[in-house]
């Protein structure tokens, strides 16, 4: 285990029906910023739930250093048929905050959102780009140590995406780690520290984000690159 690894994962497997989605995966995560690539079917979302713990592995082993809180955000939020402010307040009240206290910090999580003025509106009317916004705020209010996003902006429009960037930036720079997952390049550039390219279900390169984009050292991530540029 590297000494500043902040999760270590070694042979981290996951069968489904003879399938192996995940194929024995050996990984430290030491960057505060890590993006997850590779094509389609590669096993993008299946590891980062592994790593949330909502999937079991078959086998392998995921070796915290110590213990973080984390919160994930997945490509379509699933609102509570209430407002806003009260999707936020649920969550902080699952993990066990005092009432006062969760309407002023679901409140705030909305306002640094830019949702401040439309918190009493009902979620599920909102935009797709302002449901995914409560989603980040009802992670951003927990202030977890760890924020897990699984291809956040995948159904907004650009500018949408551009504010969902916007904010993840933003908790990023409040010292919490973020590891996700885009099918936009120019996001994970922008985001990145370090990108993690997965090919059918194997972790083959693990490399600095400008390095990747510039000198991919495996063939599979030259030709995702290749595809994926226009
Ligand atoms: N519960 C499951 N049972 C069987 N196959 C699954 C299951 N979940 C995902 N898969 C398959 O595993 C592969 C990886 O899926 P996924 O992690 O969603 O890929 P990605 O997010 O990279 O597109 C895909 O081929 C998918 O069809
Ligand atoms: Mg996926």
């Given at each position: 285990m590297g000494v500043s690894a902040w999760l270590s994962i070694a042979d981290l497997g996951l069968t489904e029906g003879g399938t192996r989605i995940i194929d024995a995966a050996t990984l430290d995560l030491c960057a505060q910023r890590s993006v997850v690539l590779g094509p389609n079917g590669a096993g993008k979302s299946t590891l980062l739930r592994l790593i949330h713990g909502l999937l079991h592995p078959s086998g392998g082993r995921l070796d915290w250093p110590r213990p973080l809180s984390q919160a994930m955000v997945f490509q379509r939020p699933i609102m509570l048929r209430t407002t806003a402010l009260a999707n936020v307040e649920y969550g902080l009240k699952l993990k066990g905050h005092a009432a006062p206290e969760r309407g002023r910090r679901a409140a705030e999580a909305l306002a640094r959102v830019g949702l401040g003025n439309i918190s009493h509106r009902p979620a599920r009317l909102l935009s797709g780009g302002e449901q995914q916004r409560v989603a980040l705020a009802r992670a951003w209010a927990l202030e977890p140590e760890l924020l897990i996003l699984d291809e956040p902006t995948a159904s907004l429009d650009p500018a949408s995406s551009r504010e969902v960037e916007r904010i993840i930036n933003e908790i990023a720079a409040g010292g919490t780690r973020i590891l996700m997952t885009t099918h936009n390049l120019g996001q994970a550039k922008r985001i990145a520290e370090e990108i993690i390219f997965i090919d059918r279900g194997r972790i083959v390169e693990q490399t600095a984000v400008a390095q990747f984009f510039?000198?991919?050292?495996t063939e599979a991530a030259q030709r995702f690159l290749q595809e994926e540029t226009p």
């Open positions: 510039t000198l991919p050292q």
